[in-house]
């Protein structure tokens, strides 16, 4: 799988819109760009996960370049609750899933 | 998605012995992997629990410290053996869930070692 480079940390006004790049210049056709975030200790959460349009959910949008080789990720009001490690994951959606964790960007949203 | 639960949700455990970690589905999932992650790391996949066979071991981490069940579709145990200071680490369960086959966690069984 390709990897993937990030951020070390952010901070983010609260109620301002974050945004987080993520580089994979290796990533290759039919590799996917997933989002994950980890609040303080707890399980990683599914954000959102794209392979080469822009997508929203209700949570956050994704923006993939044209070329694949970067993308953004933007929560579009960051409250205090979204302070966490954000990690962009290039895989195979296949069935075998291994999601390979880099170190993540720590978003901080400041009051 | 489905609901994940892992037990316990923390422990702290003495040098030496074994401490079981369970993960329950709410639903049949065909996919179910294990990862650990050591204090201020990241997430490193430990194995893939196939249920009815063996599980598939990463490099670097093999089935005497770490033996896995998976004996149906919606439980899996994942065994610290032997256990040091040097294992102490959160420990995740997650399922592959979905038409899409995104991976969900459990909230994580936090293990301490003394």
């Known amino acids: 799988d390709a990897k993937t480079t990030q951020p070390t940390s952010m901070d983010c006004a609260e109620g301002r819109a974050a945004n987080l790049p993520c580089n994979h210049s290796?990533?290759?056709?039919?590799?996917?760009v997933y989002w994950y975030r980890q609040i303080h200790s707890q399980g990683p959460q599914y954000i959102i996960h794209?392979?080469?349009n822009n997508e929203t959910n209700e949570m956050a949008s994704l923006i993939i370049t044209e070329d694949r080789k970067s993308s953004t990720l933007i929560l579009p009001h960051a409250t205090l609750r979204d302070t966490a490690v954000y990690y962009c994951i290039v895989s195979f959606q296949t069935g075998a899933n291994n999601l390979f964790f880099g170190t993540g960007t720590r978003l901080t949203v400041i009051p | 998605s489905a609901v994940i639960s892992q037990k316990p949700s923390r422990d702290i455990c003495q040098r030496g012995t074994s401490l079981t970690i369970q993960c329950q589905v709410d639903?049949?999932?065909?996919?179910m992997f294990w990862y650990r992650q050591q204090p201020g790391q990241s997430l490193t996949l430990i194995a893939t629990a196939n249920q009815g066979s063996e599980a598939t071991y990463e490099s670097g981490f093999v089935i005497d410290k770490f033996p896995i069940s998976r004996p149906n579709l919606t439980f899996s145990t994942l065994t610290v053996s032997n256990m040091s200071p040097e294992d102490s680490s959160i420990y995740l369960c997650s399922i592959l869930w979905g038409a899409k086959n995104i991976q969900y966690f459990g909230a994580g069984t936090r293990l301490s070692v003394l």
């Open positions: 639903s049949q999932v065909t996919m």
């Open positions: 290796t990533i290759s056709g039919n590799e996917y």
């Open positions: 794209g392979l080469k």
